[in-house]
């Protein structure tokens, strides 16, 4: 339960107890950090634990890195943060709810190209995940209209479904360790990779040593930050005032695209991001390039408040339909294009017991 | 060490020759037949005040003197006032009204940026134009705001930060634009960092230079309206001292009028009442001028502002769904600002409202009042709209053409505008007049001085001439 807590305690004071835990899970959030002394501890224990690889076993080698491989991963508690509950098209409480309301109330982001984006010539939300979001909404209200987007900030998804100010987060949302003691994710429903977006010419290489003195972009509260707060190769990934009033917004901003602009102008020399994402971006402009290969393996998962259950069995419902054939339809119209070579949904995994 | 006692020496000199004509002029060459002629100047003034045409030469001498002085001092201090009231209307005031109107143009383009974004990738002819003009309307302005300011001042630094920054700020819309025409949400992200920097660099940039123009104007409007004390202590003294010598030559020879020092009475007497009612009416004129023109335009240039803050916000809030929070995480930061924008722009409309002192100036202030309870009435509904999960509705209802949140903006700006102009009139109007009230002053003061010194002289030569 201390982890709720922490979602909202922002910055966490250097307690030797909590470094430990900030290691392990959403040290992303906990920006602010100023304490050298908490980051060191923080590398030092992922370095030393050499947790369970990820979550699945299925990762090549070459994609592991000390950094990446903390991400996601809580020693004892949580050892495979995809595998959800069981799937049920059962009503429930939160069900009941959004039938009384009529509408679905689904987190999404209009920024994140083909996935979920605000088509600027309709000016309609579209995409990958928006796709999704309907299918749900279809499901249990009987309509794909029955549906209300919010656009919701990376670093405020957890907010936003602990509020209650959304049912639902459908946003291209990573499952791990840290976020499912905050929240109850479906079943996996997308894999992805973080991964290093740079200029065609640029000298980085990729998530490597190449980085070293670059000053590089990540959205506040995504993995790509965790990453970077853990193993950043001697780049500049903070700004001064990050999380305060004045905040820069140079190398840490609201949103994934926006890194992109920050990158255009020349402000930073790469970007890290899910590689779904980045690809989005790539597709947005043709003299970027993603680089090196994905040095994670993530699983997106549907959010949704922690101990709604009823609608997340709902949604894995939904899911186990969803891949039978709509799931490709989906990816052909909007990822095929730019994420090629994909074959199938991943499989899902059930909790037992 | 040769020349300096020379110099003053000439003038008791010369003043003493038509009395004794047998002492020639100082010896230019050889200092020490100067020392003597000065220190025998003296000595014969000092023998000449026992006698009473030495008595009526000095006395001649310190009238005509202190007429002199009181028309240089009076011509001096009102040349001062009436260039400062002439600062006021034809240069600080109209550069100070130039700074507000440079904030509105910026946050006006701002406005017009996002909701030309929402209209969709073909953005509507006017909103384009509206852009357009704000921003050449912006650049003129900040030439002619740098040709007055001072290189070296905090406004000069402000205009530089500004000049810096719109081509930049122009710059991000046009890549926004370019973006949103591929049909790539981009645009979408290039028009937040170009909001950013508006609203980080160039509006507060505009804001100091509009308060260091109004402070400026404050300034030229207090030095036009300070009392000339000294011109007018003199003229007292002067006037005083006039009717003193009149009452001596009354006394001594029975005679009422002595014409030349009438002469020098009335035209004394004249430039002080002149530089006091010409002071009283430019400090009336101007002090109407602040009370009902710059007093009012400041609170108007405020409501417009903040309608535009407002109208900026509003439109921030439907490009951004949400995405964007206050600091705390809890609240819509667009919906937020748009109800402090709201706040400020009633509160500043209360406040015109009770400052507006004829019903032209009233007029367009209850109107806008009302446009404003309409705005207010109409973005709730499109708020609840909103949040009903009718997106499309709620962003018909924020830019569409009729009955929508932006036509109430339009109709608020409209009112704003004419309530300015209207105030502005009036300003110009009484500073003019304040303006108008110094006119020829300085010139006749100068003539009239002459005239006293003159006759003050003349009327004692008269009184002079009885002794030879």
Redesign the interface.
Known sequence: MKGDDDTHAGPAPGQAGRARRGAMRGAGRLRGWGGVAAMAAACGLTAALTLVPLSRADLGSSAMSGAGSALGATAGTCQDPEASLPPSSGDGPSIDAIKARG?L?VGV?????RWG????????LEGFDIDLARAIAEDILGSRD????????TN?RI?ALE?G?VDLVVRTMTINCARAAQVAFSTAYFQAGQQVLAPEDSPVKGYDASLKGKRVCSAEGSTAYEALEKNSFGATFKDEHDGE?GDE?IHTV??Q??C??RL??GEVDAVVTDNALAAGQAA??PAVELKGKPFTTEFYGVAAKLGNDDLVRRVNQVLVEYRAGAWMRAYDTWLRPVLPGITGPPAPKYRTG | MTYAPDAPAAVPAARSAPVAPGVPGPPPATPPAARGAWAGGWSRLRAEATTEPGRLLILGAVLAALVVVFGAVTAYEVSDRAAAADDVVSRSQPLSADAADIYRSLADADTAAAGG??A??QEPADVRERYERDITTASRLLIKAAANTDGSSRSARDIATLNEHLPRYTGLVE?ARA???Q????????L??AN?QMSTHLLPAAERLYEAETARLDQDDRSARGWPFLSLALGVVVVAALLRAQRRTYLRTNRVFNRGLLAATVASTVMLLWLAAGHTLARAGLNEARAHGQDSLKVLNEARINSLKARANENLTVV??????T?D??RDKYETEYGTGMGKLSAALAEAGRLADDSAGGGPVADAVQRVEEWKKRHEDARDTD???D??GA?AKVIGVEDSTGESFDQVDAALKKALAHEQGEFTRAAEDGRGALTGLPVGAGALAVVGAAGAIMGINRRLSEYR
């Open positions: 509408k109330v982001d209009q920024n994140s190209y984006y605000r088509d600027p010539a309709t000016g309609r029955a549906i209300i987007f919010r656009a919701v900030p405020q907010a509020n100010t009033d917004d609201p949103n695209l926006d992109l602009v255009q102008m947005q402009d | 974004f929402l969709g990738a890549r973006a949103n025409r049909g790539l949400p981009l645009g979408g992200a290039y937040r960092y950013q951004a769904r949400g995405a964007v929070l600091a995480g809890k949040d009903a999960g997106y499309e962003l």
